[in-house]
């Protein structure tokens, strides 16, 4: 069965940085594009990033480009996010998806929380 483990959040003052990591199992983890989430408190849940199998291509939303990269080591089934120049507003759970034979599935999320 397909499963997606983040880890990494934490607390972390405006400015800083954190990585985000999120482990998977269940599916051919090298021929899955990938993609970040985040969902605020009283929000939708935001599309954040996205990576392709490969990991050669990658995409990210206009709130989080120049500050947040999406990668992946294919040898170690992990996909990664790394988070700099953190803001208040970037606080919210965060959440890897695949999806995997016409389903999508998602991890259980990790906490960021960037405070003063």
């Known amino acids: 069965q397909v499963q997606l483990v983040e880890s990494g959040g934490g607390w972390v003052q405006p400015g800083g940085s954190l990585r985000l990591s999120c482990t998977a199992s269940?599916?051919?983890?090298?021929?899955?594009?990938l993609r970040w989430y985040r969902q605020a408190p009283g929000k939708e849940r935001e599309w954040l990033a996205s990576?392709?199998?490969?990991?050669?291509?990658?995409s990210h939303a206009d709130s989080v480009k120049g500050r947040f990269t999406v990668s992946r080591d294919n040898t170690k089934n992990t996909l990664y996010l790394q988070m700099n120049r953190l803001k208040p507003e970037d606080t919210a759970v965060y959440y890897c998806n695949v999806y995997w034979q016409s389903k999508g599935y998602w991890g259980q999320g990790t906490q960021v929380t960037v405070s003063s």
């Open positions: 990576i392709s199998s490969s990991g050669v291509s990658t």
């Open positions: 269940g599916f051919v983890f090298s021929a899955n594009g």
